[in-house]
């Protein structure tokens, strides 16, 4: 009998323990199950400067999910799958992934729907909506943006120096003819010089009609005075 008492006693005591490690193994596994609540998705730039959806898990219990994005349309009700992704190994600091849409525009709707271990099958609240001053640059954007300020003050001071320049050329073009158009009577007989002097190319006729005229004004004399001496005889 009294072994009967220890042993019921011992009997007790055990079952008591044991409900105790079931209940720590039950409430252990229901604070690391995986919920909803342990996903996230928010519009993000990847490497490339494209706009993405950027989903992180930080389920504890590891399980692995699959994570799709949908891209809300017009009509009532209407989605779109255009992408989809698995995140194996999810850890409680939280494992991300990015999810590329067609397109990117402020005020595109985009929804992300969640599946994990038969313990998760629903979208994350709220969806995603591109916010309207969200705007992405590519990786390393920055030292290639300063650049192409830069460039357009360039050409402003390039333009400038060209309207400086051009007139020069012409300035310099419209002095080159007019040596060339002084210095091509010249060769006809300076013409410039009888210019200043008061001659001119007639000078030589007048000079020949002159002679002409003396000539034969003698040969008229010369004439007369023969004709007086053969009358005289």
């Given at each position: 009998?009294?072994?009967?008492?220890?042993?019921?006693?011992a009997?007790r005591?055990?079952?008591t323990?044991?409900?105790?490690v079931?209940?720590c193994?039950?409430?252990?596994?229901?604070?690391?199950?995986?919920?909803?609540?342990?996903?996230?998705?928010a519009?993000?730039?990847?490497?490339?400067?494209?706009?993405?959806v950027?989903?992180t898990?930080?389920?504890p219990?590891?399980?692995?999910?699959?994570?799709?994005?949908?891209?809300?349309?017009?009509?009532p009700?209407?989605q779109?799958?255009?992408?989809k992704?698995?995140i194996?190994?999810?850890?409680?600091?939280?494992?991300?992934?990015?999810?590329?849409?067609l397109?990117?525009?402020a005020?595109?709707?985009?929804?992300?729907?969640?599946?994990?271990?038969?313990?998760?099958?629903?979208?994350?609240?709220?969806?995603?909506?591109?916010?309207?001053?969200f705007?992405?640059?590519?990786?390393?954007?920055?030292?290639?943006?300063?650049?192409?300020?830069?460039a357009?003050?360039a050409?402003?001071?390039?333009h400038?120096?060209?309207?400086?320049?051009?007139p020069?050329?012409?300035?310099?073009?419209?002095?080159?003819?007019?040596?060339?158009?002084?210095?091509a009577?010249?060769?006809?007989g300076?013409?410039t010089?009888?210019?200043?002097?008061?001659?001119g190319?007639?000078?030589?006729?007048?000079a020949?009609?002159?002679?002409?005229?003396?000539l034969?004004g003698?040969?008229?004399?010369l004439?007369?005075?023969?004709?007086?001496?053969h009358?005289?005889?």
């Amino acid at each position: 009998m009294p072994l009967s008492r220890h042993a019921a006693r011992a009997a007790r005591a055990l079952g008591t323990s044991a409900a105790a490690v079931a209940l720590c193994a039950t409430a252990a596994q229901t604070a690391l199950a995986c919920s909803i609540g342990d996903f996230s998705a928010a519009p993000a730039c990847d490497a490339q400067g494209k706009g993405v959806v950027r989903v992180t898990d930080k389920d504890p219990s590891g399980t692995p999910a699959t994570v799709t994005l949908y891209v809300q349309l017009s009509m009532p009700g209407g989605q779109r799958e255009v992408d989809k992704a698995t995140i194996g190994h999810p850890t409680a600091q939280g494992v991300s992934v990015d999810l590329h849409p067609l397109d990117w525009y402020a005020g595109e709707t985009l929804v992300v729907h969640v599946t994990a271990g038969g313990q998760v099958d629903e979208d994350i609240t709220p969806p995603v909506v591109v916010p309207d001053d969200f705007t992405c640059e590519p990786a390393g954007g920055g030292a290639s943006a300063s650049p192409s300020p830069s460039a357009p003050s360039a050409h402003p001071s390039a333009h400038p120096s060209t309207p400086g320049t051009q007139p020069s050329p012409a300035r310099s073009s419209s002095a080159a003819p007019t040596p060339a158009a002084s210095g091509a009577p010249s060769p006809a007989g300076g013409g410039t010089h009888l210019a200043e002097t008061g001659a001119g190319n007639g000078t030589p006729l007048v000079a020949g009609a002159a002679a002409a005229l003396v000539l034969a004004g003698g040969g008229i004399v010369l004439g007369l005075r023969r004709k007086a001496a053969h009358g005289s005889r």
